[in-house]
């Protein structure tokens, strides 16, 4: 299991949502309160997880947290 912690706008999480529903089983996404999101995804699919929050990152502004 691979985790990426984000921090989006909040009003940007229904967006961010639904771009990880529809990748078929990538990820799984948690909300903390806000924008600030934990995606989890199999390990298998590390690399898919992470160019998808790169593009979220560049679209978004989100914000790789640790």
Do not use: W
């Amino acid at each position: 299991m691979v985790v990426r912690r984000l921090r989006i706008r909040a009003q940007d999480v229904v967006f961010l949502k639904g771009i990880i529903e529809a990748s078929e089983g990538l990820a799984q996404v948690f909300a903390e309160h806000g924008g600030d999101l934990t995606l989890a995804a199999p390990a298998g699919r590390e690399d898919e997880l992470d160019a998808v929050v790169a593009d979220l990152c560049r679209e978004l502004g989100a914000m790789l947290g640790e």
